[in-house]
């Protein structure tokens, strides 16, 4: 009986130390950082009419060149999902600005608003 509470408790620690290894506690790295926090200084340039459209998609497009380097990292990397968060949030940015530039309406205007926060939250 002993064996089996042991064999019991063996387990629940191991699975309560692979729970403490959680993904939402990787942090994005430094570069990441860099660009998600250029990104959202982009969007806020391009909204208040400082960067046009060609100049805002310029810089985001390198943002997103910048951000490559994610594709090659392992699932196992401490900051692959984080920095894979940033790259997909950076993405969304980039065709939302398209969509801006071509329709203009407050939906547009919305949406890169709501890639600002996203990209706040992702570094936070």
Sequence with gaps: MR??????????MLFLSACGTSKKDSVPS????????KAIETAEKYLSYELNYKEAKEIIDDLQSD????SDL?????NY??????????????????DDNF????????????DI????????
Excluded: R, W
């Excluded at 926060?117 to 936070?124: Q, R, T, V």
């Design 3 to 12: 064996k089996y509470i042991f064999i019991l408790l063996c387990f629940i």
């Design 30 to 37: 430094d570069k990441a950082v860099s660009c998600a926090n």
């Design 67 to 70: 951000m490559e380097y994610v």
């Design 74 to 78: 392992s699932t196992e990397d401490p």
């Design 81 to 98: 999902f984080p920095d894979s968060n940033i790259h997909t949030a950076i993405m969304g940015l980039s065709i939302h600005l398209i």
């Design 103 to 114: 329709k203009g309406s407050d939906e547009t205007y919305s949406k890169i608003q709501d």
């Design 117 to 124: 926060e996203e990209l706040k939250k992702l570094i936070d």
